[in-house]
């Protein structure tokens, strides 16, 4: 069993910061690549950042140069520091990671998702 969990989400003024953590545990043998979606509410899901093993990250345009995705593998761990954040970030920010567990089947993971409430 394989999960992904979400913590660091909440309430945030415009212009502040948060960091948005990913924890994987399981039967992991190895993480191809970890992203961050969002999904507000009335709009589709879309990508935030990724962070595939071995290249550079990849960044959603509305976020670039604010957003950071970085990965911890020997926690099997991602974060997403999120600065000057703007009410249009509201949303439910999703963990996903392509992986394949020690039996070596290959899944898309998802976690619950966690809420990121941009407001003054």
């Known amino acids: 069993q394989v999960q992904l969990v979400e913590s660091g989400g909440g309430l945030v003024q415009p212009g502040g910061s948060l960091r948005l953590s990913c924890a994987a545990s399981?039967?992991?043998?190895?993480?191809?690549?970890m992203g961050w979606y969002r999904q507000a509410p009335g709009k589709q899901r879309e990508l935030v950042a990724e962070?595939?093993?071995?290249?550079?990250?990849n960044y959603a345009d509305s976020v670039k140069g604010r957003f950071t995705i970085s990965r911890d593998d020997t926690k099997n761990t991602m974060f997403l520091q999120m600065n000057s954040l703007k009410p249009e970030d509201t949303a439910v920010y999703y963990c996903?990671?392509?992986?394949?567990?020690?039996?070596?089947?290959?899944?898309?993971?998802w976690g619950q998702g966690t809420q990121v409430t941009v407001s003054s």
């Open positions: 399981g039967n992991i043998f190895s993480i191809y690549a």
């Open positions: 962070i595939p093993s071995g290249i550079s990250p």
């Open positions: 996903h990671a392509i992986l394949t567990t020690t039996d070596t089947s290959e899944y898309d993971y």
